[in-house]
């Protein structure tokens, strides 16, 4: 079975800096894909970033960056030049795609709160 | 392009009591998933449908259930419904899957109270 564990329940950070939210999973499988979404106060959830574990390459959009490493299992998320709308909710997925069969598997989440 | 929708927004219900919650994908999307998000505990999988068909249900019990309609939106039903159902219940849909993982994308879920 796949677990996901989302270890910081909140975080805080100053407007402008750069802060990390980290993520680690377990699983047996090799191909399986990653994501980092966020959920605004009283808002849908939105996507934030997605990683295909087979591309070596970590992920990157506008200021938002992913740190992925297979060996360790661990899918961390960098975000650079907080704004105040980040507040959020954010959590990590892994999702586990094979012939057809889906095995989705969140994180308890990680609250963000930027300050100002 | 329009999003996931969901409705009702929030519904309130006793215990014992049926509830029906309804959603409909983004146009072009095949795959529709339902989530409990309740306080503290994440996203728990609910449901997944796709073309009509229920593909995978995570564990919760059989009194959860669903469908899919041909025009792709879904119901998820919640039987007997118990204090604890009390929570979010988030639908999220995609393309259909070709080899690779679609991206979800969520609605703005139904806030389901049971008193």
């Known amino acids: 079975a796949q677990t996901v564990t989302q270890s910081q329940p909140e975080m805080s950070v100053q407007e402008a800096e750069t802060v990390t939210l980290s993520c680690t999973y377990d699983t047996s499988e090799s191909n399986y894909y990653l994501f980092w979404y966020k959920q605004p106060p009283s808002r849908q959830m939105i996507l934030v970033i997605r990683q295909e574990a087979y591309k070596q390459q970590n992920a990157t959009e506008n200021r938002f960056s992913v740190n992925f490493q297979k060996a360790a299992k661990s899918f961390s998320l960098k975000i650079s030049d907080s704004q105040l709308g980040d507040t959020a909710m954010y959590f990590c997925?892994?999702?586990?795609?094979?012939?057809?069969?889906?095995?989705?598997?969140f994180g308890t989440g990680t609250k963000l709160q930027v300050i100002p | 392009e329009a999003g996931v929708t969901q409705s009702p927004t929030h519904l309130i219900k006793t215990r014992g009591q049926q509830a029906t919650l309804r959603c409909s994908p983004i146009s072009g999307h095949t795959s529709v998933y339902w989530y409990q998000q309740a306080l503290g505990l994440g996203l728990q999988f609910l449901l997944w449908?796709?073309?009509?068909?229920?593909?995978n249900r995570g564990n919760f019990p059989p009194r959860f259930s669903g469908r899919q309609f041909p025009n792709y939106s879904s119901e998820l039903n919640v039987n007997a419904l118990e204090l604890e159902d009390s929570a979010l219940y988030l639908c999220?849909?995609?393309?259909?899957?070709?080899?690779?993982?679609?991206?979800?994308?969520f609605g703005p879920g139904t806030r389901l109270l049971v008193l």
């Open positions: 997925a892994f999702i586990l795609n094979s012939g057809g069969y889906q095995k989705v598997t």
């Open positions: 449908y796709d073309e009509g068909e229920e593909r």
């Open positions: 999220a849909s995609s393309r259909a899957l070709t080899g690779g993982q679609e991206t979800q994308y």
